[in-house]
């Protein structure tokens, strides 16, 4: 009966300690803000001269997680994935001639910028907005411009 009393209240703690759960934090990149994946257009002079209608279009953190991102076009619009630096308090980027990491080209970014809350996606809901004219050493002469909105994660919202 000894033992049976001295083993209880190890048993109880045992049982105790195991039941908590611990969650775990993955935390977030310090680019957060300026991290997403956008549903945008690519115009020239105003007009879809591609006819590429809405396209699936990204911007990440690099590797340094610091003041510069990823602009993707995942292949969809031109082939091309630059880094850009970023100032963080307004969310405004550019690049000059960045070298492309899909093929031997450079691209130049101006008046890039994140407007977090000032777009509306396709159903209506709110969200982020972004905007950048881009011209590439390919085709020098001509200033397109992307824009769009963030991905929301509603299937309606998509295109």
Same mark, same amino acid.
């Given at each position: 009966?000894?033992?049976?009393?001295?083993?209880?209240?190890?048993?109880?703690?045992?049982?105790?300690?195991?039941?908590?759960?611990?969650?775990?934090?993955?935390?977030?990149?310090?680019?957060?803000?300026?991290?997403?994946?956008?549903?945008?257009?690519?115009?020239?002079?105003?007009?879809?001269?591609? =006819? /590429?209608?809405?396209?699936? #279009? %990204?911007?990440?953190?690099? @590797?340094?997680?610091?003041?510069? !991102?990823? &602009?993707?076009?995942?292949?969809?619009?031109?082939?091309?994935?630059?880094?850009?630096?970023? =100032? /963080?308090?307004?969310?405004? #980027? %550019?690049?000059?001639?960045? @070298?492309?990491?899909?093929?031997? !080209?450079? &691209?130049?970014?101006?008046?890039?910028?994140?407007?977090?809350?000032?777009?509306?996606?396709?159903?209506?809901?709110?969200?982020?907005?972004?905007?950048?004219?881009?011209?590439?050493?390919?085709?020098?002469?001509?200033?397109?411009?992307?824009?769009?909105?963030?991905?929301?994660?509603?299937?309606?919202?998509?295109?």
């Amino acid at each position: 009966m000894r033992k049976v009393l001295y083993a209880l209240p190890i048993i109880v703690i045992v049982f105790s300690l195991s039941c908590t759960k611990s969650t775990f934090d993955a935390g977030k990149t310090n680019l957060t803000a300026a991290s997403n994946g956008w549903w945008v257009t690519f115009t020239l002079n105003g007009a879809d001269v591609y =006819n /590429l209608g809405h396209v699936f #279009f %990204s911007t990440y953190n690099t @590797a340094s997680n610091t003041d510069t !991102i990823w &602009v993707d076009d995942l292949g969809h619009i031109w082939d091309f994935k630059v880094k850009a630096p970023i =100032n /963080l308090s307004n969310l405004s #980027f %550019s690049a000059n001639a960045a @070298a492309n990491e899909y093929y031997a !080209i450079t &691209v130049n970014i101006a008046n890039g910028k994140i407007l977090p809350k000032a777009g509306k996606s396709r159903a209506g809901n709110v969200t982020d907005s972004l905007y950048m004219q881009v011209t590439f050493s390919d085709d020098s002469t001509d200033n397109y411009v992307i824009s769009g909105t963030a991905r929301t994660g509603f299937i309606e919202d998509d295109y």
